[in-house]
């Protein structure tokens, strides 16, 4: 199993361009969210998905898409880059839903730079 | 809204030394997860406490929730280099959802 699988691990953006953060998961994971990890602040919820079909925001979902066609696959979308958005971006998932199951699988992460 | 303070930010700490790092948060804790993350690469599960007063261990980690589910502690034991990263405590937010909150993490360094 390849578990959660991020693509691209790096990339360099110039103010303005749009572009997509990859995830795909072949657990058959229902739950699959997406945070940014920034120097001193942790992780930070972006926006989340319980099951295909259905997404919500988290706590900084502002300048950011997502979308859930498939169970495997949770592609964040920035449609008009900033530098506030230069982070470390994490896309995970969990097999169930509810308090105390937040057993969640990492991806390995994508490093994104705004110029 | 839940917030989660962990202290030390950062630690170094000579091999085989014992260290604790606590995990505090805003209010009653549902569900309290520790994660190891190394240095450019993605959060690794260590443990899950639900329960006022549980406590886990794995290897030479223990993690203990206290009895008022507001506190978390992680311990390591006899400290090693591969014990150092960051460490990060998460909370969830409770509801259907799988919404987890996390702290700011702490940086172990281990001094061989």
């Known amino acids: 199993n390849a578990g959660v699988t991020q693509t691209p691990k790096f990339q360099v953006l110039k103010t303005g361009q749009s572009m997509t953060l990859q995830c795909a998961q072949d657990?058959?994971?229902?739950?699959m969210s997406w945070y940014r990890q920034d120097p001193g602040m942790g992780l930070r919820l972006i926006h989340y998905?319980?099951?295909?079909?259905?997404?919500d925001q988290g706590e900084v979902p502002n300048g950011y898409n997502v979308s859930r066609s498939t169970t495997e696959d949770f592609p964040l979308r920035l449609l008009s880059a900033a530098p506030s958005q230069t982070s470390v971006y994490f896309c995970?998932?969990?097999?169930?839903?509810?308090?105390?199951?937040?057993?969640?699988?990492f991806g390995a992460g994508s490093r994104l730079t705004v110029l | 809204s839940q917030e989660l303070e962990q202290s030390p930010q950062s630690l170094i700490v000579q091999e085989g030394k014992n260290l604790t790092i606590n995990c505090t948060s805003s209010?009653?804790?549902?569900?309290l997860y520790w994660y190891k993350q190394k240095y450019g690469e993605g959060l690794i599960f260590l443990m899950m406490?639900?329960?006022?007063?549980e406590e886990k261990s794995h290897e030479k980690i223990t993690a203990k929730l206290d009895e008022k589910k507001q506190q978390s502690s992680l311990h390591i034991t006899a400290s090693q280099p591969s014990h150092a990263g960051i460490y990060l405590c998460?909370?969830?937010?409770?509801?259907?959802?799988?919404?987890?909150?996390f702290g700011t993490g702490t940086l172990l360094a281990v001094q061989p």
């Open positions: 995970a998932s969990s097999y169930s839903l509810g308090a105390g199951a937040n057993v969640l699988t």
């Open positions: 657990m058959n994971h229902e739950y």
């Open positions: 998905s319980v099951g295909a079909g259905i997404t």
């Open positions: 209010k009653t804790l549902y569900g």
């Open positions: 406490l639900q329960k006022g007063g």
């Open positions: 998460g909370a969830d937010e409770g509801g259907a959802t799988n919404k987890l909150i």
